[in-house]
């Protein structure tokens, strides 16, 4: 083993060759990786399983990455391994292969050479200073903290924003269990997260446990196994406020989900309040007994709704700004943001992935990004885009106009028909690859000139005329949105 091939936990690599994409310093590459995975993994699972990992050496051209202990090894090398490489090797240009080891079971070799990597990182007490503002305060990641000054809100989640606030504020808000359902990526860990951090700021003496149902459930068997789930719940039955997170991991396991309905009941009936979050409302869910359904329906019940575009827009550029704020040279214009918002589909969290893929195209903030880099993210985020169908052009300037296939097929000279028949034409020509003809036959049995005429008038008009061009856009971005649905 080389030891000038190794590194702690503090300062990068020193590689000894003359390959410049070698010269990549491995910790800024490791640090990038886990703000990518921060992304990607409920902030649960990242705050124990991932972040406690560290990148020891380069063996043998592969990066090692020691986890603490046996029961972090084996989470992290049966659940998040592949993930880990994959990424790695995505921020790697010499893409070189992971090797997870567990420290206390690590070859003697290493352990000779490379000191024990958290004594290392461990940073020297000083005294505590003033708390920072919320907003001032970043993540281990890199990321702003989960908390209320930072979740982007608007009508998707305006209601489950205020319940949040009410509760964190100790206001009443009807029954003592609540839950929050939606789609994931939708932002329900940080709305939960955000709940926790501002009742512990009203209330020092407040008592919130958060755990995801993954950890509810791993706690709970590791009882089981000793015959004693005393110590959980003792934990759980004294929280002020109890988080359940990713509820639905537990489906289908009665012994967990009925420790689960104790403890529920435990905590209510001291006065406590239980949060639980699912990405199923209570006459959906599957695989619970009718004991937790009707539990679950007799919860107040509120709904996070995937972000629309402003909000999409706003969850990347608020962290694009943030990133700019230690990386001057990463500027992230809207034109960037905006060609994000209509090329890659999905909630927050594919928005907060695309920004931090930016991030590490332009060398980790050293570069100006430009619009090639974010053509290049969404093409390999969403792969090759299909060429749209002409009804699926139709059907899109439908919907952007509000008018209905007859009228846009008609002979109709009214200009509300007119002017979103001309747009769909001249889309149809520019992004389903079909003739003049072709799509004459698709409007009413036109002829070619016809389309022609209409695709010259949009296509001369657009450069100067701004409400065409953002009509052209939102019709656009409407098709890419259907695609999505799976309709073609």
């Not at 070799?109 to 505590?128: R, T």
């Not at 409302?281 to 575009?309: C, H, I, Q, W």
């Not at 230690?326 to 927050?348: K, L, Y």
Request: charged share 25%; with cysteine; net charge neutral.
């Amino acid at each position: 083993m080389d030891g000038n091939r190794l590194f702690d936990s503090k300062t990068g690599v020193e590689f000894n060759t003359s390959d410049k994409a070698r010269n990549t310093p491995g910790q800024e590459i490791w640090l990038t990786v886990k703000a990518h995975l921060a992304t990607i993994l409920n902030a649960a699972d990242y705050d124990r399983w991932i972040d406690d990992l560290r990148l020891v050496a380069e063996v043998d051209g592969e990066m090692v990455i020691a986890a603490r202990d046996p029961l972090s090894f084996d989470r992290v090398n049966g659940a998040h391994r592949h993930a880990i490489q994959r990424i790695w090797r995505e921020h790697d240009h010499a893409r070189r292969a992971i090797r997870l080891v567990c420290w206390r079971t690590a070859p003697q070799d290493l352990l000779e050479i490379v000191k024990d990597p958290w004594e290392v990182a461990a940073p020297a007490q000083e005294p505590k200073e003033q708390a920072a503002p919320a907003e001032q305060k970043v993540a281990s990641t890199g990321a702003p903290l989960m908390t209320f000054d930072t979740l982007v809100t608007g009508e998707a989640n305006e209601l489950a924003f205020e319940m949040a606030r009410r509760i964190a504020s100790g206001l009443p808000v009807g029954t003592l269990t609540t839950l929050f359902y939606g789609l994931q990526g939708t932002g329900k860990t940080h709305l939960l997260h955000a709940l926790k951090a501002e009742a512990e700021r009203r209330d020092a003496d407040c008592h919130i446990v958060y755990l995801t149902a993954e950890e509810f459930l791993s706690s709970y068997t590791d009882g089981v196994k000793v015959k004693d789930t005393s110590q959980l719940k003792k934990r759980l039955r004294a929280a002020s406020i109890l988080m359940i997170d990713d509820l639905h991991r537990i489906s289908g396991k009665p012994g967990t989900e009925n420790e689960l309905f104790q403890n529920i009941r435990e905590v209510t009936a001291n006065g406590g309040h239980v949060i639980l979050a699912g990405d199923k409302a209570p006459g959906d869910v599957t695989g619970f007994s009718p004991r937790m359904v009707s539990e679950l329906k007799g919860a107040t019940t509120v709904e996070v709704g995937a972000p629309d575009a402003r909000m999409r827009h706003e969850i990347m550029r608020r962290l694009a700004d943030h990133i700019q704020t230690g990386h001057p040279e990463f500027i992230v214009t809207d034109d960037m943001i905006s060609e994000f918002n209509a090329g890659i589909r999905g909630q927050a969290r594919e928005m907060t992935g695309a920004i931090w893929n930016l991030y590490t195209e332009a060398s980790f903030g050293a570069r100006t990004p430009t619009m090639d880099m974010v053509r290049k993210i969404i093409r390999r985020t969403e792969g090759d885009v299909r060429q749209p169908s002409i009804e699926l052009v139709k059907k899109a300037a439908m919907k952007v106009f509000d008018i209905s296939k007859t009228d846009i097929e008609s002979p109709s000279k009214a200009r509300n028909v007119v002017y979103p028949r001309q747009i769909a034409m001249y889309l149809c020509r520019e992004l389903t690859g079909k003739s003049f003809p072709q799509i004459g036959r698709s409007f009413g049995k036109r002829d070619h000139t016809t389309i022609l005429y209409a695709h010259r008038k949009v296509a001369e008009a657009l450069a100067e005329d701004r409400e065409l061009a953002a009509h052209v856009k939102q019709v656009n971005e409407m098709i890419l949105e259907l695609q999505a649905a799976g309709m073609n």
